[in-house]
């Protein structure tokens, strides 16, 4: 089944402009994107790499039993607006779809 793009955008879009009803936020923080495994034979090195070659800092979480285990990209210093986090996010979800892994979300740290 292919991604859809589209839909992912519209919520980062509908996302970012709930925050902004909710008060001022930075111009620039850390900028966090979220990725789950998308089967069990999906390994986080690669994806991981994949992501680093893009600029991202990567961790892998593992999570409780409950929980999926977790790879997080983060990418410093990045500008805080809609477009500009969905510019890194799909270019983030490309490589980590490529690897197994499915977007699940992000957030950022004002620094």
């Known amino acids: 089944m292919a991604h859809d793009f589209d839909s992912q955008k519209a919520e980062t879009f509908s996302a970012f402009s709930d925050l902004q009803a909710e008060g001022p936020l930075p111009t620039e923080a850390d900028l966090d994107l979220f990725f789950v495994p998308a089967d069990a034979d999906a390994d986080?090195?690669?994806?991981?790499?994949?992501?680093?070659?893009?600029?991202?800092?990567?961790?892998?979480?593992?999570?409780?039993?409950?929980?999926p285990d977790t790879l997080i990209a983060t990418m410093a210093d990045?500008?805080?607006?809609?477009?500009?986090?969905?510019?890194a996010e799909e270019?983030?979800?490309?490589?980590?779809?490529?690897?197994?892994?499915?977007?699940?979300?992000?957030?950022?740290?004002?620094?």
């Open 44 to 67: 986080w090195r690669p994806a991981a790499q994949a992501l680093a070659d893009l600029g991202f800092e990567t961790q892998w979480i593992t999570s409780a039993e409950d929980e």
């Open 78 to 87: 990045h500008l805080i607006s809609a477009a500009a986090i969905w510019t």
């Open 91 to 111: 270019l983030a979800t490309k490589a980590a779809l490529e690897n197994g892994f499915a977007p699940d979300g992000w957030g950022f740290a004002e620094n």
